[in-house]
């Protein structure tokens, strides 16, 4: 495994600057190139399992998520990257609209990974899924007045809610399966009644959401699970502590429910891979039991896998309905999301 985020930014676009005059095309080499948005320790720990089982080299490149898209779009024809790896379907989709990847057919991947988490044509694949759920201060909520997302836009919530700001994808996947499932206008209405509610304005990550709700900001936040994982198996002496004062809540969950919004972290064949194959293997590879049991086991998220279990912790956490929207229909209604966010004053 050969990871280049080490290297400056600068450096990095000479080399792929460079690239098309070294031999990117040479098929004959056994590798594979990753364009990934995630950074975390799993992923590590499966580019070196993908290469021992395989026998192919992994090359990383790891940036934000707009760089990435932004490199992949600059590039062209010339990118040397093979696959798009990435968070949140939001990203996925726009990686298709603008031409960035291609259709590839698995029947592994297709008799393993739900419809619903997949593009229907095979441009992406989603590897592991996140609940983006309610999580409270035990010491002033009882989780038995909690309910469903639209519930926190009541009055009694007044100061009481925590989350990030609008430019997070995550609130933006939330907000466009409202739309997806009641319409723009209710979506709308939600939106406003969540900013009235706010603890304070938007700022920070999920984990920070958390710390404040733990120092006594507000009552409840809208966070994805694996960052409690994070907080409860942090080094971190003050963020177990964190992790201490949370409770889990997953909403929308009664008979009448639509379940609790998922997402999903996805990959997708460049649409100029140079290393075809390799890149579908390396996708095969995510999807088996031996790496979805990393990335349950290792990061905390839902195995996208339908054969595997998820790991012990969040076994702990209870089972839970899921929203079982395709979640292409997030990536549609996106910019609305983003549109609606703007006109509430959710910034
Ligand atoms: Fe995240």
Same mark, same amino acid.
């Given at each position: %495994? $050969?990871? !280049?985020?080490?290297?400056?930014?600068?450096?990095? @676009?000479m *080399? =792929? &600057?460079?690239?098309?005059l070294?031999? +990117?095309?040479?098929?004959?080499?056994?590798e594979?190139?990753?364009?990934?948005?995630?950074?975390?320790?799993?992923?590590?720990?499966?580019?070196?399992k993908?290469?021992?089982?395989?026998?192919?080299?992994?090359?990383?490149?790891?940036?934000?998520?707009?760089?990435i %898209? $932004?490199? !992949?779009?600059?590039?062209?024809?010339?990118?040397? @990257?093979? *696959? =798009? &790896?990435t968070?949140?379907?939001?990203? +996925?989709?726009?990686?298709?609209?603008?031409?960035?990847?291609?259709?590839?057919?698995?029947?592994?991947?297709?008799?393993?990974?739900?419809?619903?988490?997949?593009?229907a044509?095979?441009?992406?694949?989603?590897?592991t899924?996140?609940?983006?759920?309610?999580?409270?201060?035990?010491?002033?909520?009882?989780p038995?007045?909690?309910?469903?997302?639209?519930a =926190?836009?009541?009055?009694?919530?007044?100061?009481?809610?925590?989350?990030?700001?609008?430019?997070?994808?995550?609130?933006?996947?939330?907000?466009?399966?409202?739309?997806?499932?009641?319409?723009?206008?209710?979506?709308?209405?939600?939106?406003?009644?969540?900013?009235?509610?706010?603890?304070?304005?938007?700022?920070?990550?999920?984990?920070?959401?958390?710390?404040?709700l733990?120092?006594?900001?507000g009552?409840?936040?809208?966070?994805?699970?694996?960052?409690?994982?994070?907080?409860?198996?942090?080094?971190?002496?003050?963020?177990?502590a964190?992790a201490?004062?949370?409770?889990?809540?997953?909403?929308?969950?009664?008979?009448?429910?639509?379940?609790?919004?998922?997402?999903?972290?996805?990959?997708?064949?460049?649409?100029?891979?140079?290393?075809?194959?390799?890149a579908?293997?390396f996708?095969?590879?995510?999807a088996?039991?031996?790496?979805q049991?990393?990335?349950?086991?290792?990061?905390?998220?839902?195995p996208?896998?339908?054969?595997?279990?998820?790991?012990?912790?969040?076994?702990?956490?209870?089972?839970?309905?899921?929203?079982?929207?395709?979640?292409?229909?997030?990536?549609?209604?996106n910019?609305?999301a983003?549109k609606?966010?703007?006109?509430?004053?959710?910034y």
């Amino acid at each position: %495994m $050969k990871i !280049l985020s080490k290297i400056p930014l600068r450096s990095l @676009a000479m *080399i =792929l &600057l460079l690239a098309p005059l070294v031999p +990117l095309e040479a098929n004959d080499v056994n590798e594979v190139n990753i364009y990934t948005h995630r950074h975390y320790p799993s992923d590590e720990i499966l580019f070196k399992k993908f290469t021992k089982t395989s026998g192919i080299k992994v090359n990383v490149v790891q940036a934000n998520a707009d760089q990435i %898209m $932004k490199r !992949l779009e600059e590039e062209g024809k010339y990118t040397p @990257a093979d *696959i =798009l &790896l990435t968070v949140d379907v939001g990203r +996925l989709t726009y990686a298709k609209e603008r031409g960035l990847l291609q259709p590839i057919k698995s029947k592994y991947l297709e008799s393993v990974i739900p419809s619903n988490l997949r593009d229907a044509e095979g441009y992406w694949f989603g590897v592991t899924k996140r609940a983006r759920v309610i999580v409270y201060n035990i010491d002033n909520v009882d989780p038995k007045t909690l309910s469903t997302y639209e519930a =926190l836009t009541d009055e009694k919530y007044k100061k009481g809610i925590l989350t990030q700001s609008s430019s997070s994808v995550y609130n933006q996947s939330l907000l466009a399966s409202i739309i997806a499932h009641k319409g723009a206008k209710e979506a709308k209405i939600w939106a406003e009644g969540i900013r009235s509610n706010f603890a304070r304005r938007p700022t920070g990550s999920d984990r920070d959401q958390m710390r404040a709700l733990a120092a006594g900001i507000g009552k409840v936040a809208i966070v994805n699970t694996y960052y409690v994982g994070q907080l409860i198996n942090s080094k971190s002496f003050s963020d177990k502590a964190v992790a201490e004062m949370i409770g889990i809540f997953f909403p929308n969950q009664g008979d009448d429910g639509r379940g609790t919004h998922i997402n999903i972290s996805g990959a997708g064949v460049t649409k100029y891979a140079k290393h075809r194959e390799n890149a579908i293997k390396f996708i095969e590879f995510l999807a088996s039991p031996e790496a979805q049991k990393v990335f349950t086991n290792v990061n905390y998220e839902y195995p996208a896998n339908k054969n595997v279990a998820p790991s012990k912790l969040l076994q702990s956490w209870g089972k839970f309905k899921e929203d079982k929207i395709e979640l292409y229909k997030l990536g549609k209604y996106n910019v609305e999301a983003v549109k609606i966010f703007n006109e509430v004053g959710w910034y």
